[in-house]
């Protein structure tokens, strides 16, 4: 008795015929082509690490049926099955999944698919078969691309949504943390609701976007929800002229290579507060980048607080430091090259060749330039307490700043 039905089923070993029993088959593969789909998702699209394995499979065995289903009756996807993709592409939105590795999955998974279907045809040995086969492509891209347009449409849709709201609850945040112990509760009840440990470590980065169209900052807040290795948990806002973020659990170092890579032209001024605990260690760390950004610019584009927090700190206080530092202001002003020297050779761990390289001069012309300051200002640069004005000279003149 043949095993063979009416709707095509083919028992298990045995070679298949028709288009119809060919379907059947690649019905019945569905189970383990799923658990195959899935990995190769996760192998070859690295953003889909924030999707979990059961929620992958909810979808992915329900697409791979209604394909199969609608290749073996010559349709397209009907409203439901758009419908499902539409779901779909907003689930991945909201896993923070980026359009682009969203299209690739689905392009993964059917291309898979497909080629079981082929397969089968091979293995059955039957030539007509394989060539009927072949003419059905077009259905099968067909099918692609009703089903990822759907599914991008709706992901596009909810991205915005969920940006507009992401901009705004951070906005929130940083304002909170902007207005000190005053609003603290708001700034620890925004912080949970953003995903942060409210007891955890923060790190605030600032950065000037003042010469950045609206394209640009649009640009980065359409960037900043795809998920980079080394930035866990960071949420941006631009506030005024200026762009923060707020990390937790991520290098700083991945984020200030973004902001250099997206700059306008003439450069940007980055600062980068303090890795400090809890809300209230996020509002010194705000703190921190603001103070450090002032004091950004073309000689030193990057100022970061854990490196150069004694002048940044001390540069604050410039009118109660006026008087100590006058004879160094007066020096600077009527010879910036000798300052120059002086914090070149501060840079350069108050060596006399790195100076003369990183200058392009003779090293005697950077001994005569460092005895020329210590005549002048009465510091030797030589000693902690004279080289320690001569840079706080550096971070605090309002003319230095302007040249920089």
Request: charged share 20%; hydrophobic share 40%; proline share 4%.
């Amino acid at each position: 008795m043949s095993s063979r039905s009416g709707r095509g089923e083919v028992a298990a070993g045995e070679p298949v015929t028709t288009i119809a029993e060919l379907y059947a088959r690649a019905q019945a593969d569905v189970p383990a082509l799923t658990v195959e789909v899935i990995a190769l998702i996760r192998e070859r699209v690295p953003e889909y690490a924030t999707v979990t394995v059961s929620h992958q499979e909810q979808y992915t065995a329900g697409q791979l049926r209604g394909m199969i289903t609608g290749l073996g009756f010559g349709r397209g996807p009907e409203p439901h099955e758009l419908d499902a993709a539409r779901e779909l592409g907003r689930q991945r939105a909201d896993d923070r999944v980026p359009l682009h590795a969203l299209v690739s999955a689905y392009q993964v998974g059917y291309q898979r698919l497909w080629a079981q279907i082929q397969q089968l045809a091979r293995d059955s040995g039957d030539v007509g078969l394989q060539l009927e086969l072949l003419a059905r492509v077009d259905d099968v891209w067909t099918w692609i691309q009703s089903v990822s347009a759907a599914a991008s449409q709706a992901h596009s849709e909810a991205t915005r949504v969920l940006e507009a709201v992401d901009i705004r609850s951070t906005q929130r945040f940083v304002q909170a943390l902007g207005a000190g112990a005053a609003e603290r509760d708001a700034a620890e009840r925004a912080a949970a609701g953003l995903g942060y440990d409210p007891a955890g470590p923060f790190q605030v980065v600032v950065w000037s976007i003042g010469g950045w169209s609206e394209q640009q900052v649009r640009r980065w807040h359409e960037e900043e929800r795809v998920p980079r290795r080394g930035l866990q948990n960071v949420h941006v806002a631009d506030v005024g002229q200026v762009m923060v973020a707020v990390l937790q659990g991520g290098d700083p170092g991945v984020l200030v290579t973004r902001v250099r890579r997206v700059r306008a032209e003439g450069g940007v001024g980055v600062g980068v507060g303090l890795s400090r605990p809890g809300v209230q260690g996020a509002a010194d760390s705000y703190q921190d980048a603001l103070l450090c950004l002032g004091h950004a610019g073309p000689r030193r584009e990057v100022v970061d607080f854990g490196r150069w927090w004694l002048p940044v700190s001390l540069s604050a206080h410039e009118d109660r430091l006026r008087q100590v530092l006058a004879p160094g202001v007066l020096a600077a002003g009527e010879n910036p090259h000798l300052l120059e020297t002086v914090l070149a050779f501060a840079d350069a761990g108050s060596s006399l060749a790195a100076t003369a390289a990183a200058l392009h001069v003779h090293v005697n012309t950077v001994r005569y330039r460092l005895g020329r300051w210590r005549t002048l200002t009465g510091w030797d640069p030589a000693t902690w307490d004279g080289l320690s004005r001569s840079v706080l000279v550096g971070w605090t003149r309002t003319d230095a700043h302007r040249a920089e």
